[in-house]
């Protein structure tokens, strides 16, 4: 590491220098400082070039030191496609470039470059089809080109989860604006989280420059910081991107490898702007970048950025960055103005009195240079975009650039505001906000310093008058700005490579040629030349490329207007979206028996249910035990996880009736019946039972995990029917239990004497309300394990005393607890599906045997057209019934079946049953091999062919008489 590009204390904000750290990239091991992102360390040993362009190959550097654009992506040993200006670094690691052949430094694809004219804009689409077939001859060819970094399908996935939060007010960004904007709310007494993705405070406090002298940023910083992180109405995320805005600010915010689900009452954008590049030939050499990532090597890294500098800018912040690098030790040769004069005629002196030259009403033509810049071509404007004749070459090492600021609008126009561009004075606002969302700051086109945090202020205003809290000041007066974008800075050369997208390699031509095509919408443009389809999404391509189009169709920018934004605003691993999700641990009211009894816990949705009771390793004796007791004396399994749904009032039988595929108009009171949900597609999404209990009163039972599910559907479409209903979700306030065997009778009896228990008074699917050992009890003649049996549902507070009352009545029968895989191999036993174990996202009625279930006389119920239009189809599957002999190699759950050598279907679930002898389990198979007594080829473990039998559930009681004693 040089030392010389190392710059002295008190620069270098984010890094420790006493803790070098050795790291490797491309084979060559380097230094750098903890704290380093992998660019700035790369930076401070004078290596620039750290990557190649997609299409063309050409060399890349850092552009933006923000994680803004796609210059800097790297290859990691466990992840690709990493921004290096934005990964911390870390001693050790193993760093590779991507996109070349060969090497790094000698790409033998960037001869790519010299045949660009022979690969116009959207030749692929005019290339690549003809003669037919030639696609296959061609498609491995391309992917091999355009392939970016390598996966290792090996990895391990980190853990990775979600979690909620909820606030009054939420700001995202923690620049300038953001902090006064929190600290202003949370002084009034709104509870505040304040959002920032990057791993500082401040924004642009941090790295740039406001003023001649160069102190203020760091002393408003330092006082905002002071306020802001000590303040108890205040919690702050760093290093989290609030990646969209949702209806009712619904913000989802990835910090790490946790996803945020937070609802905020008011919000409040605070996100800054984009520094935006100029358009010229070689834009896009290493040595090139944003005036503002030198800044931030400089103030937050301690890297001298360069030697020798020219910068190029249209307004005045390009020469406080001038000033900047002056005061880094870096020679600046010429400040290149866009403009005619500066608007602040201090800072030309200031820089004059440095011996830096100022060329006025000028831009640079053309960037020179192999693998790094080592001139520019200055020349005068004549014209928008155009240039005289004359050409100035100044040598340099460095060119920072600056075309002006567009708003970081992305969540804005997600939540609905319309982005506006003023072709007069080049400005941007935001209109058409929902009700609680601001935008203040450099967002909202305030860039001045003292009108940003005036903005800000009152931002926060609206915000605490929305939340009904006394903010007790007054809006502050915004002060006037002078203009901050340059109106065209775009300087089209007659040999090209003046980039406009730099993650596309997207040149003025192919934009222009793109409306020649007739793409005159910018929406149409972007699907055509792939323009803000990179990894930067745009970021400093939609601006130049809003020009480009208005100019060719001969329209305004305004009315040209910027491709639609839409989430995310980062990209985000699938391992973020579906990690982890708040996942209650819920127990039931008897869980503490159960573990007394040795019981071995498994979850059920959100809940602990008891798998089995013994030892794990003797799992099967222990269920097959457990299910022998039931067919053979009693056995007491705790059910209180089942969905519960009270359905109360004059239209609650209409309800079930249109919800449920049976019918539930004329049902008897005292009796259940079977429900069967599908969804509008026909399939089948849930069942359970609908007992009545009174002419106005259902309590209708659902799965354990599609309980919530079937809720919804009932809330969303009484929302639309406005049935007169109320509709309650007792699945906690009950405790439930299942009473199952040939002797659950008598010890029922023992407990309950106000209910008529016998066979005739209480007959198989009878409902009834009474006691139980004088606890309140809903009581439902069941039979899911083909057993005699009762359900017992009771208050929740009372589930531990009925265990310990029915235990006890029971003892002299032997009673036993049984577990959940006990159940589920006695619902076997009686050809039982599980929605969601033998369903799938398809399943219909029909291919499960449920049409039996549905009331083919009803008008309407929820699915019932795609449900005759599938019976109408001929079946593509159908699920059986199979046996295999006892010591067969047994299915799990997933194996294929086999017609031939094709996959005809799956084993859906599948058990040894001790009571049958035999193995036994469903499948889905081809229509033509359900027929009973057929073979089912089924593929198991190893590749080892078994030949099932199928058979017709249910294989245990086929007339199901044990369950009706």
């Not at 970048?289 to 390009?318: E, M």
């Not at 002078?482 to 730099?502: A, L, M, S, T």
């Amino acid at each position: 590491m040089s030392a010389d590009v190392r710059l002295p204390a008190p620069l270098g904000l984010l890094i420790d220098r006493s803790r070098p750290i050795s790291f490797d990239f491309e084979g060559t091991t380097y230094q750098g400082l903890a704290g380093d992102s992998i660019a700035s360390a790369l930076l401070a040993n004078q290596r620039w070039l750290l990557s190649r362009s997609f299409k063309y190959h050409r060399p890349r550097g850092p552009l933006s030191m923000a994680g803004q654009d796609a210059n800097t992506l790297v290859q990691l040993p466990d992840e690709p496609n990493v921004l290096a200006d934005m990964q911390p670094l870390a001693a050790g690691l193993d760093v590779t470039a991507q996109n070349y052949n060969g090497s790094l430094d000698k790409d033998r694809d960037a001869l790519l470059g010299h045949f660009s004219r022979f690969m116009p804009v959207g030749f692929y689409y005019r290339s690549f089809y003809k003669p037919k077939g030639m696609w296959k001859v061609w498609e491995p060819l391309i992917r091999k080109k355009a392939g970016l970094g390598v996966l290792n399908l090996k990895l391990q996935p980190l853990y990775h989860d979600k979690a909620f939060l909820f606030t009054d007010l939420a700001v995202i960004g923690a620049g300038p604006a953001g902090l006064c904007a929190a600290l202003s709310a949370a002084n009034a007494g709104a509870k505040v989280l304040l959002i920032e993705q990057q791993n500082y405070l401040g924004g642009a406090l941090a790295w740039a420059r406001f003023d001649v002298e160069g102190k203020r940023a760091a002393e408003l910083r330092a006082e905002l910081l002071t306020a802001v992180e000590g303040h108890a109405n205040i919690r702050i995320l760093k290093e989290a991107t609030c990646n969209a805005w949702f209806t009712d600010h619904y913000l989802p915010v990835i910090q790490g490898r946790r996803m945020y689900k937070v609802r905020a009452r008011q919000c409040i954008v605070a996100a800054g702007a984009f520094d935006q590049p100029v358009v010229f030939r070689n834009n896009d050499l290493p040595g090139v970048l944003l005036t503002s990532a030198a800044q931030r090597l400089i103030k937050l890294y301690a890297v001298k950025p360069g030697q020798r500098a020219v910068v190029l800018t249209g307004n005045d912040d390009g020469y406080l960055a001038a000033l900047d690098l002056l005061d880094a030790g870096v020679e600046v040769v010429a400040l290149v103005d866009m403009r005619e004069r500066a608007d602040d005629d201090s800072l030309v002196t200031a820089l004059q009195t440095r011996g830096v030259t100022c060329h006025a009403g000028s831009t640079v033509y053309e960037a020179l240079g192999d693998k790094h810049l080592n001139a520019v071509g200055v020349r005068r404007i004549s014209g928008q975009g155009k240039v005289a004749d004359s050409s100035l070459r100044i040598d340099c090492d460095l060119l920072c650039m600056s075309a002006g600021y567009m708003p970081v609008y992305q969540l804005p126009c997600q939540a609905g505001g319309k982005l506006a561009y003023d072709d007069a004075s080049a400005a941007f606002s935001l209109s058409g906000l929902p009700s609680g969302l601001q935008v203040v700051g450099s967002v909202n086109g305030r860039n001045a310093l003292d009108a940003l945090l005036a903005d800000a202020t009152n931002g926060a205003l609206r915000a605490l008058a929305a939340l009904g809290l006394e903010a007790g000041s007054s809006p502050r007066e915004l002060p006037a700005e002078p203009r901050v974008n340059f109106p065209w800075p775009i300087f089209p050369h007659p040999k090209g490579k003046e980039f406009v997208d730099f993650d596309e390699d997207l040149q003025v031509r192919d934009i222009v040629n793109a409306t020649r095509h007739g793409y005159r919408d910018v929406q149409l443009v972007k699907r055509f030349s792939t323009v803000g389809m990179g990894p930067s999404q745009g970021r400093h391509s939609a601006l130049p490329t809003a020009r480009l189009v208005a100019q060719a169709t001969g329209r305004s920018v305004s009315e040209t207007g910027v491709t639609t934004a839409r989430p995310p605003f980062c990209p985000e691993t699938l391992a973020q979206v579906a990690g982890r999700g708040f996942d209650p641990y819920r127990q039931t009211a008897m869980h503490a028996r159960h573990l007394e009894l040795g019981a071995k816990m498994m979850p059920a949705g959100i809940w602990q249910r008891p798998a089995y009771y013994g030892k794990p390793e003797e799992r099967d004796a222990c269920m097959q035990a457990e299910a022998r007791h039931v067919r053979e004396k009693v056995g007491l399994i705790d059910v209180s996880t089942l969905g519960g749904l009270d359905v109360r009032g004059p239209d609650a039988a209409e309800l079930l009736n249109r919800l449920y595929t049976f019918a539930f108009a004329k049902q008897p009171v005292g009796r259940s019946r079977y429900a069967l949900m599908t969804n509008e597609q026909g399939v089948v999404i849930d069942d359970g039972v609908c007992a009545r209990f009174t002419d106005e009163h259902f309590y209708v039972s659902a799965t354990t995990s599609g309980v919530d599910r079937v809720y919804q559907q009932m809330l969303k479409w009484n929302a639309q029917w406005r049935l007169n209903i109320d509709i309650t979700n007792v699945t906690a306030a009950l405790a439930a239990v299942n009473l199952a065997g040939p002797d659950s009778r008598k010890v029922l009896a023992k407990l309950c004497s106000d209910v008529d228990l016998s066979a005739e008074g209480f007959p198989y699917l009878a409902v009834r309300l009474g006691t139980v050992t004088g606890i309140p009890a809903r009581l439902l003649r069941v039979g899911f394990v083909g057993e005699l049996g009762y359900e017992i549902h009771v208050p929740a507070r009372y589930g531990e005393a009925l265990w310990d009352a029915l235990m006890e009545a029971g003892r002299e029968f032997d009673i036993r607890p049984f577990g959940v895989e006990t159940q589920r191999l006695l619902r076997l036993e009686k050809g039982h599906v599980i929605i969601g174990q033998d369903t799938d996202g398809m399943t219909s009625p029909a291919e499960i045997d449920m049409s039996w279930a549905i009331a083919r006389s009803k008008p309407f119920f929820v699915g019932k057209r795609s449900v005759e239009i599938l019976e109408a189809q001929a079946p593509i599957r159908k699920l059986v019934g199979f046996t295999l002999p006892k010591g067969s190699s047994q299915p799990l759950e997933g194996h294929l079946v086999l017609k031939g050598p094709d996959i005809s279907g799956n084993v859906t679930s599948c058990e040894y049953s001790q009571t049958l002898g035999q193995i036994i389990g469903l499948a889905y198979c081809a229509p033509d091999q359900a027929t009973p007594g057929q073979r089912l080829p089924i593929r198991v473990e190893g590749g080892e062919m078994v030949q099932a039998t199928v058979v017709q559930p249910p294989f245990y009681d086929p007339e199901s008489q044990r369950q009706e004693l």
